[in-house]
């Protein structure tokens, strides 16, 4: 991460409004310091990434993103302002792995002269630093088509990606060291929150059936998940949505609807209804009994302004979603969420 130093004032009143700042400094608390002193500019590529710099960059960032609700980062290509915004930037926050699989020549080739963080990777090596092993434990291997790639659905563990918050910090703090104190502070109580996040979904989805603890979706964005919160899962399509599903793949995930029995299979925000529409009729065909349990959010969040537009609040929708849809009963939520909850008037 390269560092920065402040830009020099380049006008007399600039320079003027410079001094009373930096003598104002030394009479202020680093708190207060940080907020006089401007947001680090920052773009992002997904809106989970941007949640995630948000949330521990508070007043030290002002952070923007590329991708909104319902679009797929797999297909995702930047447009002439999207390249215009992420030159501008101060720091680039992109997830890595391959997610943003058209946006990578873009991004190799900003990543020269603007500071760049891929915030999965760097979740992954920090939750391999802690646990002793190699960052390669954490990650999945990719298949088929991503085969000799890691996975880079790392959002939908809520455990591994609490690391994710104190790279995001790190990465601020070497632009604004100002802001260090703070944003490690804010890191590591969003990374408390994460956590209670884990447990309550480790908890419920432990109370599903055992015999129905498989998870059908669009796409195998949900491997994470599956790992984390003991669930087998299957996409009708592989880790990137670049090539279409196949009569084949959705034939064989009819096969696997059947021999398991499980009750619901689930379609993604991002992806069209269609390949799970086409998995429900081949299997109900068959006798099957099996219905579309909901949407879930796999590779973007909902709309901004609600719950489900926030990483806690999607992953949120996704265990209720999944747990009750497959039978089994929501854990309660944690108390160390309760402010979370009532700040979306949610019970
Ligand atoms: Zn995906």
Same mark, same amino acid.
């Given at each position: 991460?390269?560092?920065?130093?402040?830009?020099?004032?380049?006008?007399?009143? #600039?320079?003027? *409004?410079?001094?009373?700042?930096?003598?104002? !400094?030394? &009479?202020?608390?680093? +708190? =207060?310091? /940080?907020? %006089?002193?401007?947001?680090?500019?920052?773009?992002?590529?997904?809106?989970?990434?941007?949640?995630?710099?948000?949330?521990?960059?508070?007043?030290?960032?002002?952070?923007?993103?590329?991708?909104?609700?319902?679009?797929?980062?797999?297909?995702?290509?930047?447009?002439?302002?999207?390249?215009?915004?992420?030159?501008?930037?101060?720091?680039?926050?992109?997830?890595?792995?391959?997610?943003?699989?058209?946006?990578?020549?873009?991004?190799?080739?900003?990543?020269?002269?603007?500071?760049?963080?891929?915030?999965?990777?760097?979740?992954?090596?920090?939750?391999?630093?802690?646990?002793?092993?190699?960052?390669?434990?954490?990650?999945?291997?990719?298949?088929?088509?991503? #085969?000799?790639? *890691?996975?880079?659905?790392?959002?939908?563990? !809520?455990? &591994?990606?609490?690391? +994710? =918050?104190? /790279?995001? %910090?790190?990465?601020?703090?070497?632009?604004?060291?100002?802001?260090?104190?703070?944003?490690?502070?804010?890191?590591?109580?969003?990374?408390?929150?994460?956590?209670?996040?884990?447990?309550?979904?480790?908890?419920?989805?432990?109370?599903?059936?055992?015999?129905?603890?498989?998870?059908?979706?669009?796409?195998?964005?949900?491997?994470?998940?599956?790992?984390?919160?003991?669930?087998?899962?299957?996409?009708?399509?592989?880790?990137?949505?670049?090539?279409?599903?196949?009569?084949?793949?959705?034939?064989?995930?009819?096969?696997?609807?059947?021999?398991?029995?499980?009750?619901?299979?689930?379609?993604?925000?991002?992806?069209?209804?269609?390949?799970?529409?086409?998995?429900?009729?081949? *299997?109900?065909?068959?006798?099957?009994?099996? !219905?579309?349990?909901?949407?879930?959010?796999?590779? /973007?969040?909902?709309?901004?302004?609600?719950?489900?537009?926030?990483?806690?609040?999607?992953?949120?929708?996704?265990?209720?979603?999944?747990?009750?849809?497959?039978?089994?009963?929501?854990?309660?939520?944690?108390?160390?969420?309760?402010?979370?909850?009532?700040?979306?008037?949610?019970?």
């Amino acid at each position: 991460m390269p560092r920065t130093t402040p830009n020099h004032p380049r006008t007399p009143r #600039a320079r003027a *409004a410079w001094i009373v700042t930096v003598t104002l !400094a030394g &009479l202020l608390t680093g +708190a =207060a310091w /940080a907020q %006089a002193t401007a947001p680090l500019r920052v773009v992002t590529t997904t809106a989970m990434v941007a949640d995630t710099v948000r949330e521990v960059g508070g007043a030290c960032a002002d952070v923007v993103h590329l991708m909104g609700p319902g679009i797929d980062p797999h297909l995702y290509r930047a447009s002439a302002g999207d390249v215009d915004r992420l030159g501008r930037a101060e720091l680039i926050v992109h997830n890595g792995l391959g997610l943003e699989g058209q946006l990578g020549a873009v991004l190799d080739r900003l990543g020269s002269r603007v500071p760049t963080l891929a915030l999965a990777e760097a979740a992954a090596e920090a939750a391999a630093a802690g646990a002793s092993a190699d960052a390669d434990a954490a990650l999945l291997d990719g298949e088929d088509d991503y #085969a000799g790639r *890691a996975d880079p659905h790392l959002w939908l563990d !809520a455990e &591994l990606w609490s690391h +994710a =918050a104190a /790279a995001a %910090a790190d990465a601020i703090a070497a632009l604004r060291p100002d802001c260090g104190d703070g944003v490690r502070a804010q890191a590591a109580a969003y990374a408390e929150r994460l956590l209670a996040l884990d447990a309550w979904a480790t908890a419920s989805v432990a109370a599903v059936p055992e015999a129905r603890r498989t998870l059908v979706t669009s796409h195998d964005a949900f491997r994470y998940f599956g790992r984390a919160y003991g669930l087998a899962v299957h996409g009708v399509e592989g880790i990137s949505t670049e090539s279409e599903a196949s009569i084949a793949d959705i034939r064989a995930t009819a096969d696997l609807v059947l021999a398991t029995g499980v009750p619901a299979i689930f379609v993604e925000s991002t992806i069209s209804p269609r390949t799970i529409e086409a998995v429900l009729a081949a *299997a109900r065909d068959r006798g099957g009994e099996v !219905a579309i349990g909901g949407s879930l959010y796999g590779d /973007a969040m909902g709309e901004a302004g609600t719950p489900e537009g926030t990483l806690i609040g999607m992953l949120r929708h996704n265990v209720i979603t999944i747990v009750t849809a497959l039978g089994g009963q929501v854990a309660p939520w944690p108390d160390a969420l309760a402010d979370w909850a009532a700040a979306w008037n949610l019970p």
